[in-house]
C-alpha cells in the first residue's frame, strides 16, 4: 500500500486525507490529493497557544507547526509537536491576528507507528460572538462559547499499519471556509494501550483565499541532515558534529569548536594514559534541544551540546564546556568497574574534578574561571566538585606532585581509586592536603583564622 486516501464531506467542507506508510514516507511530504506543507502561509505569520493539555517535554514547541521545517525521518520528537505522553490530547488556538478568508487547513505529522495518525476536531471564530470565550478548556465544548465546528478529522487507518506520514487538507468546494481570525484544534490520543498517543504535529498550514496563489507559497524544508566529520591533527581520531538541529550554530562549531577539539582531544589522550588504556578513536558531537537544565554531557564516545545554553554562551564557557566533556570521553571509568569483581568506586568529586582541571588550569588558564575568592572560600574544601575541587587539584599538583592528575586517572580508570593514594602520592593524607590548600587561601585573601570546627572534618 503507497497510500490510503479519503474523503469526508460536513455539509459543503471536505476533509481529505492521505498516509504514506513509513516505507512510502520521504521528508518532503508529498501526497497525490493532499498539498504538500507550505511555508510562509497564514499560521506561519500567526501565534498557537497551548489551552488546554500538557507539552511533552520532549517535544520541539509550538514553534514547529509552523515554523515551514519538517522532520528529516520517522521519529524526531524535536521536530514535532505533541502533548504529553499518557495523557489524551489536549487544544491549541491559533490566532490568525485578523478576520481572513480561509481557503484550506492542512495539518502534517510523521511518526514509526501510533503517533502517526491525526484524530482532532477543528473550530473556527471570528471573535465576535457575545459568548465567545477565547480558549475554552476540555470541559467546555466549543460550540457553545463561539465557535463553529469545521471539521472532524480521524485519519486512524481501520487495520493494517497506522506508522507513517499523514497528510490532512480542510477546503470547501467553493474555495473558502468562511471568514475567522481564530482556529482552535482539540485534539485527542490516537490510543491509549500505551502513553504514546498523541501525535507527532509536523506541520500545520493556513492558507489565505486571498493570498498569493498556492504554488507561489513556498515548500516547507526538512530538517536536513547537518553532520561535518573531521579528523585530529595526528589524524588518529575521528569526529563527527551533528548540527542538524541547530543550523546557526554551524558556522561558530566549525571556526571555534572544532579546532580546539582537533588540538586537545589527543593532548587529553596524551595526558591521561594507562597501561593497556585505548582511548574512543571515534567521537560524536551532538547538538541537541532536549536536555532540560544540563549545559553538556558525555557518555561513551558521544558529547551532547544543549542547544539553548550554547546559544547563550557562545562568547563565554561554551568551548571550554566542550573540553571537560572530552575529558570524561578520555577518563572511560565505568570500564573496569565491569570487569573487576574488587572495583572501588571513584567518587563523583574527583571524576568531575580532573575535567574541570584539564579545562580551567590546562586549556584556559588566561579565563581564571576556578578561583578561590573571599566569595567562594567558605565553599573551598577538597571535595567542593568541579572547579572547586579543580583549585585544590591544581595546588596539590603545584605543590606535591606534577604527575597527580595522571596517576589519579590511571588509578580511577583501573577502579583502584581509594584514600590511602593521596599520601601514598604526597606523603599527606587527603584531609591534610584540603586543610593545608584551604589556609593557604585564607592567607592569601587576608581572611580571619579559622576555628579548629571550621577546618576540620569532611561531614
Ligand atoms: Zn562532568
Redesign the pocket.
Known amino acids: 500500500m503507497i497510500a490510503l486516501s479519503a474523503v469526508v464531506s460536513l455539509g459543503d467542507i471536505q476533509v481529505a486525507f492521505e498516509h504514506n506508510d513509513s516505507a512510502h514516507a520521504g521528508p518532503a511530504f508529498r501526497f497525490r490529493n493532499v498539498p504538500p506543507p507550505m511555508r510562509g502561509d497564514a499560521a506561519a505569520r500567526a501565534n498557537f497557544t497551548l489551552v488546554d493539555g500538557v507539552m511533552d517535554r520532549n517535544s520541539g514547541g509550538l514553534e514547529r507547526l509552523n515554523d515551514g521545517r519538517l522532520p528529516a525521518e520517522e521519529d524526531q520528537p524535536a521536530e514535532n509537536f505533541f502533548f504529553n505522553a499518557g495523557t489524551d490530547g489536549g487544544r491549541l488556538q491559533l490566532d490568525l491576528g485578523s478576520v481572513i478568508e480561509i481557503k484550506r487547513v492542512s495539518s502534517y505529522s510523521w511518526h514509526s507507528s501510533d503517533r502517526g495518525p491525526q484524530v482532532y476536531r477543528l473550530y473556527a471564530s471570528d471573535g465576535t460572538d457575545e459568548k465567545f470565550e477565547g480558549r475554552p478548556k476540555g470541559g467546555n465544548d466549543p460550540a457553545q462559547c463561539g465557535w463553529r465546528l469545521i471539521a472532524s478529522v480521524d485519519t486512524r487507518p481501520a487495520s493494517g499499519e497506522r506508522g507513517g506520514q499523514y497528510g490532512v487538507n480542510i477546503s470547501n468546494a467553493d474555495g473558502s471556509l468562511g471568514r475567522y481570525r481564530y482556529l482552535l484544534f482539540a485534539c485527542s490520543q490516537t490510543e491509549s494501550d500505551d502513553p504514546f498517543g498523541n501525535t507527532f504535529y509536523s506541520e500545520i498550514d493556513v492558507v489565505d483565499a486571498n493570498a498569493p496563489p498556492t504554488d507561489e507559497l513556498l515548500a516547507a524544508q526538512p530538517a536536513e541532515p547537518i553532520q561535518k566529520t573531521f579528523t585530529a591533527a595526528d589524524g588518529k581520531y575521528q569526529f563527527t558534529m551533528d548540527l542538524t538541529l541547530a543550523p546557526d550554530l554551524a558556522e561558530w562549531a566549525e571556526q571555534e569548536l572544532q579546532p580546539v577539539v582537533q588540538e586537545w582531544y589527543p593532548k587529553i589522550v596524551a595526558m591521561l594514559p594507562s597501561e593497556g588504556f585505548e582511548a574512543p578513536a571515534r567521537v560524536t558531537i551532538v547538538f541537541r534541544d532536549n536536555m532540560g537544565g544540563t549545559p553538556?554531557?558525555?557518555g561513551g564516545s558521544r558529547i551532547n551540546c544543549n542547544i539553548g545554553w550554547f546559544r547563550r554562551n557562545l562568547k563565554g564557557e561554551a568551548v571550554g564546556s566542550v573540553v571537560?566533556?572530552m575529558?570524561?570521553i578520555v577518563q572511560q571509568y565505568g570500564r573496569a568497574r565491569r570487569n573487576n569483581p574488587n572495583a572501588t568506586r571513584t567518587p563523583g568529586w574527583v571524576?568531575?574534578g580532573i575535567?574541570?582541571y584539564i579545562r580551567w588550569f590546562l586549556y584556559e588558564p588566561q579565563s581564571k574561571g576556578a578561583e578561590i575568592t573571599a566569595r567562594n572560600f567558605a565553599r573551598a574544601r577538597y571535595d567542593g566538585n568541579?572547579r572547586i575541587t579543580a583549585n585544590f587539584l591544581n595546588w596539590v599538583i603545584e605543590k606535591y606532585d606534577q604527575e597527580l592528575h595522571v596517576k589519579l586517572n590511571a588509578a580511577a580508570r583501573e577502579s583502584r581509586y581509594e584514600e590511602g593514594l593521596w599520601k601514598q602520592y604526597t606523603g599527606k593524607t587527603l584531609q591534610e592536603l584540603g586543610d593545608e590548600w584551604r589556609e593557604a587561601h585564607r592567607v592569601r585573601l587576608g581572611l580571619p583564622p579559622e576555628s579548629n570546627e571550621a577546618t576540620s572534618g569532611t561531614n
Open positions: 553538556a554531557s558525555a571537560h566533556e575529558v570524561h571524576t568531575e575535567p574541570d568541579y
